[in-house]
């Protein structure tokens, strides 16, 4: 047949340039080289000669990018280059790719198999290679099914999910193990969390402990590790004016175990204000020295 010619024609031609190549390497002199060159050339024209007046093209189609010799049989294109069919091999097993699918890297030809083993991403998962659809999260790669909570093996492709020692974890295996628990309620906190005192509340809980009042100006006093408003904060540490009922943040007076700001230490009477040691008291009230004259 055409097809058994051509390549028994090729066979031919590459054992014919192989000895061209040979003889001229053994050859000492230049006239010896000559000669040896001729041979083989003659041998080729009139091979070529014979074979066009037969109707049989063997006209050179091209350098194979396998062997780098011509072609003038079967020719095979590909990667933008002419193969001799039998010398299109995979650039890492050597097998054929002539009938095959073939990936190219860096202009080489690859079959499937070494392909993917040496150039697709591995699966976080499972370390096998990539072929299909692939999943990018915590700066690795995954095959879409093996992307799955660490814990109770729940898919976690178009899921929220959380990260602890470089393992993703489901919301509710999360929120199980490794989500703080609120200071005040002791409950887990899945959401939005205040972070104060060296713990975790939730936003609701963050509250002065005496009156349950938010915190709206965001100020709040500790007291033994708790949070309060400015009023029961100083009530809890004994610091609130008998006149006003208000904190005292500053100076204050004191008299009998009662603390007063300094403005508001006055006569009960005549409301003057009074001095540390100029005022005489009756039934826990201060007054100044001629109003309790006047009264008592």
Known sequence: SLTSATKELDDLMESL????????????????QKDQQDIPNSLMGGLQSDLNKQGINVESKG????????????????????????????????SSLASKTFYEWESKPYCEKDYFDLFAPKCAGCNESITTECLTAMDQKWHPEHFICTICKKPLVDEKFHVVDDKPYCSNCFNELHAPNCNACNKKITEEFVSALNCQWHPE????????????????????????????????????????????????????????????FLCSFCQKQLSKGTFKERSDKPYCVPCYAKLF
Request: hydrophobic share 30%; proline share 5%.
């Open 17 to 32: 340039t192989t000895m061209k190549t040979r003889s001229i390497r053994n050859s000492k002199s230049a006239s010896a």
């Open 63 to 94: 350098m194979c990018a396998g062997c780098h010799r011509m072609i003038v049989g079967q020719i095979l294109t590909a990667l933008d280059q002419s193969w001799h069919p039998q010398h299109f091999t995979c650039a890492e097993c050597g």
């Open 205 to 264: 809980c963050f509250v002065c402990m005496e009156c349950k009042k938010p915190f709206i100006d965001g100020v709040f006093m500790n007291y033994e590790g708790l949070p309060y408003c400015k009023l029961h904060y100083y009530t809890k540490i004994g610091s609130i004016c008998c006149h006003c009922e208000e904190p005292i943040a500053g100076r204050c007076i004191i008299v009998a175990k009662r603390k007063y700001h300094p403005e508001h």
